[in-house]
């Protein structure tokens, strides 16, 4: 009788539990909280946090892509950490320490491989997706004495291609990924000093690195290779003096709206507007600080910016038609990131030094929901799993 | 020997001077100081660097460099009671993972 109890409340258990698990991931995202090498997994349905996974290493510049299945998240920690997340059932599935200090990721057009960018050793190493078994190890060395250079920018491209900068040796790299066994590299070398960061469009077309070393960005069509990479901007800010640069801006989300591109610029209190038919400045607008994040709603009718130190506690929302600041909003200090729900309606902004996360209406812009985080940094919605780039 | 340096600072100056090292220089020196797009900035490693040259550094930047010039941001004495934090491993409970 005790016995027939217990099964019975086993199966009780079982039942509830199952009935649980059972739901959709489309509406799932992840809060890296960089202090505690965590992360929350968040739902944007109802705006809360529905758990946590801790032990992912150092976080400080992390950030996450998904599995084509918008189950697992890939999360790149600043320590060379690759950590895998079931983000339905809240569990570390798998963490690699894959390399010394690393910079972020890609995962592949088929979904099967992941590639790391790493600072030391520099290169990128990719990794099988399903098991992180190291699939290639490709070491960014340049010049005569083969020294290795830190790589940024890694994004993925059709063709089951990887796409990324060398920031030490002004290279851009094209890896082509479509017999693993043997991958292919396109190298385009002396594309300006530094790049600092890249982007691919949405299209997965065009591949634009920022320079850190001098004005301008490095565009490389990919539809076009042999035509290598080509100069954009390069009047920009032309002997002007920069002011110092307290935060790397970042390319991460392309900001587009028709045939204008927005970008934010070093060292001015300017984001670019790039008409992406010419690729010639379009104009530039006048901001309250240094720019970081220059992101597109995604209907590319609001294009949200964030600012560096000591800005870094305000938002401005400039309409692309008008090309005109529209809205300043002061969250707190330390906004450090933005994430954009799937179609828009809402954006996710982490505000680090106040530990918390916010949600405001893109129409109201008044703040819809509010929840503690510690030390939040980058936002990554599951939306990312079907988008070319991200 | 002079008092050290930052003593004269208030707790709430330094609790926000903590913050500005770990989460601000972290960001490309790493959270923890083992370096990222920055160079490593852990004490054995700035053995041989003196408080007063790496107080320079924080102030005036590094040109040629992605190192940035803070003096908009931090007076001297704040510089150098960063600097003797780096000196001296102490990034406070934060930094420790």
């Not at chain 1, 600072?119 to 990719?126: H, I």
């Not at chain 1, 994040?293 to 400039?318: C, K, S």
């Not at chain 2, 208030?10 to 959270?31: T, V």
Request: contains cysteine; aromatic residues 8%; glycine residues 12%.
């Amino acid at each position: 009788m005790k016995r027939l109890a217990i099964c019975l409340l086993l199966v009780l258990f079982a039942g509830s539990g199952s009935a649980a698990a059972l739901r959709g991931s489309g509406d799932l995202g992840l809060v890296i909280e960089r202090a505690d090498s965590s992360i929350q997994i968040v739902e944007t349905s109802g705006n809360t946090s529905i758990g946590r996974v801790d032990q992912l290493g150092d976080l400080s510049h992390a950030s996450a892509v998904y599995s084509r299945d918008a189950r697992y998240a890939y999360i790149f920690g600043r320590d060379g950490g690759l950590s895998k997340v079931d983000i339905l059932s809240g569990e570390l599935v798998q963490r690699k320490l894959q390399a010394g200090n690393s910079i972020g990721g890609a995962i592949s057009q088929d979904g099967r491989l992941v590639a790391v960018s790493n600072y030391k050793p520099g290169g990128v190493k990719v990794f099988d997706a399903a098991t992180l078994e190291l699939v290639a190890d490709i070491p960014a060395t340049f010049g005569a004495s083969q020294q290795r250079s830190k790589v940024i920018g890694l994004v993925d491209a059709p063709g089951h291609k990887f796409v990324f900068a060398l920031w030490d040796a002004d290279e851009i790299w094209v890896l082509d990924m479509s017999d693993p066994a043997n991958p292919g590299i396109t190298k385009f070398t002396g594309i300006g000093r530094n790049p600092y960061d890249a982007l691919i469009t949405p299209d997965g077309r065009y591949y634009i690195a920022g320079l850190f070393g001098e004005d301008g960005m490095a565009l490389l069509d990919l539809w076009n290779m042999q035509a290598g990479v080509q100069r954009i901007l390069p009047q920009y800010g032309k002997g002007e003096q920069k002011l110092p640069v307290y935060k790397m801006p970042h390319l991460e989300g392309w900001a587009v709206a028709g045939d204008l591109a927005f970008v934010p610029a070093v060292g001015r209190h300017e984001v670019l507007v790039i008409n992406m038919r010419s690729w010639q400045e379009a104009g530039r607008i006048e901001v309250h600080g240094q720019p970081i994040f220059v992101m597109a709603r995604p209907d590319g009718r609001q294009v949200w910016v964030n600012f560096a130190l000591p800005d870094n506690d305000t938002i401005q929302v400039i309409d692309t038609q008008s090309l005109a600041v529209i809205k300043q909003l002061n969250p707190g200090k330390g906004v450090l990131h933005m994430e954009f729900e799937p179609r828009g309606e809402e954006v996710w902004l982490s505000v680090r030094d106040e530990n918390r996360v916010e949600v405001y209406d893109t129409a109201s812009f008044e703040r819809v929901s509010s929840m503690p985080a510690n030390k939040p940094s980058g936002i990554f919605f599951s939306a990312r799993a079907h988008r070319i780039g991200l | 020997m002079p008092l050290v340096a930052g003593e004269a600072l208030p707790g709430e100056r330094q609790q926000e001077l903590r913050n500005l090292l770990i989460q601000d220089c972290g960001s490309c020196h790493g959270l923890t100081m083992r370096g990222g797009l920055g160079p490593a900035l852990l004490p054995e490693i700035l053995q041989g660097k003196s408080r007063d040259y790496l107080t320079t550094v924080i102030l005036e930047g590094r040109p040629g460099t992605a190192m940035p010039g803070w003096r908009p941001l931090l007076s001297e004495d704040e510089a150098r009671w960063m600097a003797d934090r780096l000196l001296q491993g102490d990034l406070g409970q934060e930094g420790r993972q």
